[in-house]
């Protein structure tokens, strides 16, 4: 399971599926941090459900990855065109102050992928 992994994998890549499932959460709950933003970029409301199940399924899969590592590998790579795709939404809205957040969120996914490879 772990053995292949070193400590630092392990942390970075349950620390960006935690960062993935808490942002796909806010967007579940509707927190307004998240969801006013969506709004202004011009994203749908009928897509807020979608964008949040894809942060989660892309966090279990991170978790599943420490047991398959080719679903781990597979969920990191989706979370990185999923924030990749967040940040062109955000420049595409002209909110150019907002373009580091979903960078923040890309990050861990960027390091556990390439820690794991």
């Known amino acids: 399971m772990f053995a292949e992994m070193s400590t630092t994998a392990i ?3 349950a620390v960006a599926a935690f960062m993935a499932g808490f ?3 806010s967007i579940f709950f509707r927190a307004k941090f998240v969801v006013e933003p969506l709004a202004q970029y ?3 409301q009928a897509m807020w459900n979608w964008l949040g199940a894809a942060k989660a ?3 279990a899969g991170l978790i599943v990855g420490f047991y398959v590592p080719l679903i781990g ?3 990191a790579i989706g979370l990185i065109l999923y924030f990749a795709g967040a ?3 955000v420049l595409r809205a002209r909110a150019y102050g907002h373009a580091p957040f979903p960078l923040v969120y890309m990050a ?3 390091a556990a992928l ?3 490879w």
Request: aromatic share 0%; glycine share 12%; hydrophobic share 60%.
């Open 87 to 89: 940040v062109i939404t």
């Open 11 to 13: 942390v970075v890549t």
């Open 73 to 75: 590998t597979l969920a």
């Open 42 to 44: 011009g994203v749908p």
């Open 23 to 25: 942002s796909g959460a």
């Open 108 to 110: 861990p996914a960027v």
């Open 114 to 116: 390439v820690l794991t």
């Open 57 to 59: 399924a892309g966090a």
